[in-house]
């Protein structure tokens, strides 16, 4: 395959970047990622050519670490999503509760038919506000349940909801996206933040930001980033986006679309990689083609 020069440029920086040290999140099982015929990435595709070319395999190329890998198989994924809302109900946070039940509520107005959404509160828990349902009425109602007080235990309570409401539902389900409306500030959680965000890449769930603006300003934290790089790379590392909460009818009808329209398997069997290393991954598309996934694969091996 013959790469454009901007191709050739992405490619020379990612080897740059993929021998670097990495993190220690990427040293876990890749529980939920590695089939038997090899491993699944969730893959955001579309054509930004407005050619109206189906995406094919012979158009993408991927690498782990550098190393260029075989892709077996590239298809659209047209299952319903399953999307769980997290909305910071902590007493600083710098949104009104009617803010909160606002951005909540735009995202019952836009799923498609089989979609569904699961709607948690977290402060210094996590509390289920609306269990699954398409219903926008009682989502309406549940809502009101939103209030403000105690600290943001943003890593405990996103490890705790996705274990418990998320993990269930695999392997059948891939399509599975969290929607964190929140600042990025945790204070006070016992898990890690590598741990969270390496967990959310085991099991191919993408993050999705309505972000409020940084009660902190920007304050350091110690053992742990920053609020707004807790976003940053919550919704990078995991193939997603960030949208400010002023914009939350816009970013659910986007989302929602992308889920729908936009949403790939992309199959392969990793080879010359250490089933026990951590692995960057990188995807590029040909001109034309626009494409968006996790940035780390978590190794095979405990």
């Given at each position: 395959?013959?790469?454009?020069?901007?191709?050739?440029?992405?490619?020379?920086?990612?080897?740059?970047?993929?021998?670097?040290?990495?993190?220690?999140?990427?040293?876990?099982?890749?529980?939920?990622?590695?089939?038997?015929?090899?491993?699944?990435?969730?893959?955001?595709?579309?054509?930004?050519?407005?050619?109206?070319?189906?995406?094919?395999?012979?158009?993408?190329?991927?690498?782990?670490?550098?190393?260029?890998?075989?892709?077996?198989?590239?298809?659209?994924?047209?299952?319903?999503?399953?999307?769980?809302l997290m909305v910071d109900n902590s007493q600083t946070v710098r949104a009104d509760v009617e803010t909160l039940k606002k951005a909540t509520m735009e995202f019952a107005y836009e799923i498609f038919d089989g979609d569904q959404l699961f709607i948690v509160g977290y402060d210094e828990k996590a509390e289920i506000i609306q269990e699954w349902t398409d219903d926008a009425k009682k989502i309406e109602t549940s809502v009101n349940a939103f209030r403000k007080k105690g600290n943001p235990f943003l890593f405990d309570s996103l490890n705790a909801s996705v274990g418990e409401i998320l993990l269930p539902l695999m392997p059948g389900t891939r399509k599975t996206v969290v929607i964190l409306i929140s600042d990025g500030l945790d204070r006070g959680s016992k898990i890690s933040f590598d741990k969270v965000l390496g967990d959310l890449q085991n099991q191919n769930i993408t993050i999705y930001a309505l972000q409020i603006p940084d009660r902190t300003g920007g304050a350091f934290r110690r053992n742990q980033p920053k609020a707004g790089q807790v976003i940053e790379q919550l919704t990078e590392g995991t193939g997603g986006r960030i949208f400010p909460i002023e914009e939350a009818q816009t970013a659910a009808k986007f989302i929602c679309d992308e889920l729908k329209k936009n949403r790939y398997l992309l199959n392969y069997l990793p080879t010359n990689m250490s089933s026990y290393e951590a692995r960057r991954v990188f995807l590029i598309g040909d001109e034309g083609i626009s494409l968006r996934t996790k940035t780390a694969q978590p190794p095979n091996v405990k």
């Open positions: 395959m013959k790469f454009p020069v901007e191709k050739i440029c992405l490619l020379i920086l990612f080897l740059n970047l993929s021998f670097a040290p990495t993190s220690a999140q990427s040293r876990r099982s890749a529980t939920g990622t590695l089939d038997s015929d090899g491993t699944i990435l969730s893959v955001v595709a579309s054509r930004t050519d407005k050619a109206g070319e189906t995406i094919k395999t012979e158009n993408l190329s991927l690498y782990e670490n550098g190393v260029e890998q075989k892709i077996k198989n590239f298809s659209f994924d047209p299952s319903p999503a399953k999307i769980l």
